[in-house]
């Protein structure tokens, strides 16, 4: 899978994941809201590298370009 493949797919979902969790975290009320951003970016960061991660265990070689110039 190509970089702007793995952009393409984890960028909304990053979004998505930290305001998800923005919100979750209102109820804590005793923390600042520093706090809770910070928590919750760094949860999303997280996430996105075990996501990238993922994506890439699952990514085959017909994906890169060179493979492609190699057998043609």
Same mark, same amino acid.
């Given at each position: 899978?190509?970089?702007?493949?793995?952009?393409?797919? #984890?960028?909304?979902?990053? &979004? =998505? /994941?930290?305001? !998800? *969790?923005?919100?979750?975290?209102?109820?804590?009320?005793?923390?600042?809201?520093?706090?809770?951003?910070?928590?919750?970016?760094?949860? #999303?960061?997280?996430?996105? &590298? =075990? /996501?990238?991660? !993922? *994506?890439?265990?699952?990514?085959?070689?017909?994906?890169?370009?060179?493979?492609?110039?190699?057998?043609?």
């Amino acid at each position: 899978m190509t970089t702007e493949k793995i952009n393409q797919i #984890t960028r909304p979902i990053g &979004l =998505v /994941l930290c305001l !998800i *969790l923005l919100v979750s975290l209102r109820h804590f009320t005793e923390w600042s809201w520093l706090l809770r951003a910070g928590v919750a970016v760094g949860a #999303t960061i997280a996430a996105m &590298l =075990v /996501l990238i991660f !993922i *994506l890439g265990c699952f990514s085959t070689e017909e994906d890169t370009p060179e493979t492609h110039e190699a057998t043609s």
